[in-house]
């Protein structure tokens, strides 16, 4: 898949982690998220360009409509693998294989429910028929592909003696990836850290594959779930733009690239990803799939590097570093802004006053800054036309 050495020893300084994208599958499973073709193609353009390794295109027997959208991403990848979803079905895997075809490097992922709550009232399996269906999916994929990843899907609620069974099944049928799903989002970092490094231990074959994070969001632990797997030798994470997905979503792409670029002396990892397409890629994401971004999300919300106390704005006039930890330039935005509201103090007036091109005298910046506080104690949003024009009626009134 790559050329790219991938070394498995936890922490190891320099490791390429592999950033497996799946906006356009489990991103799209959110309700009213779907997107048509067209914008999907969009969406694969950008990550394609920004570095994601492996792009999960959608799951082509849900639908004629999926399966095209598939083929069409796979035929237009410049960079990325291209991978297709499938259960564990002959039908299901050919349509993956015939789905990814086109693509210079084609991925199909299969996989099955390993936890005994799904085997028993989603499947009505016994373990040993799921155990067969892994051997027999992984080799069946294989005829289309030889990068093919398996999942075993409630990894995190699965009894691990029969997790380890069903991994080394997979690997032995040639899967190359074995993907770890939280799919419930049930997990704790420490609880994930101890499963991936229980599986390196005691799955023979494990340290030759690739081991993925999936981390469903459920507890709001999804990226920190994904770093501990990370942490204990899992080199791919599986995420999406926004941390769209089921329910609370999955782990947001862009919140753990960031946490392993900005935290790099604790996180000694590194990905492919050009960072400074990160903005691009949230709001192409939010539109066509018209999801907003709430405010306050990491690295990519409308808050994210906003300021509005007096204090915080004062300290980020002196060094932004006192109140931002990565810089707006490094996921993509202009410049950080500092919001006039009712909290701003009076270094963030006289700055935005500069911007605006004026220069007033002392007496006339003191009565312009205690009118802009009464109007921001009764306006949400301070425009820059309301400053714009509580400067014009002092100088109008200067001039009576
Ligand atoms: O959450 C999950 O388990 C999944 C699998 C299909 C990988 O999305
Ligand atoms: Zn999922």
Redesign the pocket.
């Known amino acids: 898949m790559s050329t790219e050495t991938t070394s498995k020893t936890a922490g190891a300084p320099g490791d390429r982690v592999f950033i497996f994208d ?1 906006t356009l ?2 991103g799209e ?1 959110s309700p009213g998220a779907s997107m048509t073709r067209e914008e999907k193609l969009q969406v694969a353009a950008v990550l394609d360009e920004m570095g994601v390794d492996i792009i999960e295109a959608g799951f082509p027997a849900a639908s004629q409509g999926d399966f095209e959208s598939v083929r069409e991403i796979a035929k237009a990848a410049k960079n990325a693998v291209i991978c297709g ?1 499938s259960r564990a079905g002959n039908a299901d895997i050919d349509r993956a294989g015939e789905a990814i075809a086109p693509a210079k490097r084609g991925r199909i ?1 299969t ?1 099955i ?1 390993t936890s005994p709550l799904h085997m028993k009232y989603k499947l009505g399996k016994e373990p040993h028929e799921v155990l067969e269906a892994v051997t027999s999916s992984v080799t069946r994929a294989r005829q289309y592909t030889d990068d093919v990843e398996w ?5 995190t609620r699965t009894e691990h003696d029969f997790l380890c069974r069903c991994v080394e099944a997979a690997i032995k049928a040639g899967a190359t990836t074995v ?1 770890i ?4 989002g049930y997990t704790v970092p420490e609880e994930f850290y101890a499963l991936i490094t229980m599986l390196r231990e005691r799955v023979p074959g494990a340290d030759e594959i690739i081991l993925s994070t ?1 981390c ?1 969001n459920d507890l709001g632990l999804a990226v920190a779930n994904s770093l501990a797997g990370v942490r204990a030798g899992a080199r791919q994470i ?1 995420c999406t733009i926004n941390g769209m ?2 329910r609370a979503g ?1 782990a947001a792409l862009e919140e753990v690239v960031m946490a392993m670029r900005t935290r790099a002396d604790t996180l000694p990892y590194h990905t492919g990803i050009d960072t400074t397409m990160i903005t691009r890629a949230s709001k192409l994401v939010s539109a066509v799939s018209a999801f907003p971004v709430q405010y306050n999300k990491a690295i990519v919300g409308k808050n994210a590097f906003a300021h509005e106390s007096g204090i915080h704005q004062h300290g980020m006039l002196q060094n932004a570093q006192t109140y931002e930890i990565m810089t707006p330039e490094s996921v993509g935005l202009k410049e950080s802004t500092l919001v006039m509201g009712k909290h701003s103090g009076r270094h963030a007036f006289r700055q935005k006053l500069q911007e605006l091109g004026y220069e007033l005298s002392d007496n006339a910046f003191e009565d312009t800054f205690y009118r802009f506080k009464v109007l921001a104690d009764h306006k949400k949003h301070v425009f820059d036309e309301d400053i714009e024009a509580l400067v014009d009626d002092e100088l109008a009134r200067a001039h009576d």
């Open positions: 799946t599958r489990d499973q979803l992922h996989f429910s999942s075993a899907e409630d990894a993907n799903p939280d799919t419930v999936h469903h599986e997905g089921e999955n």
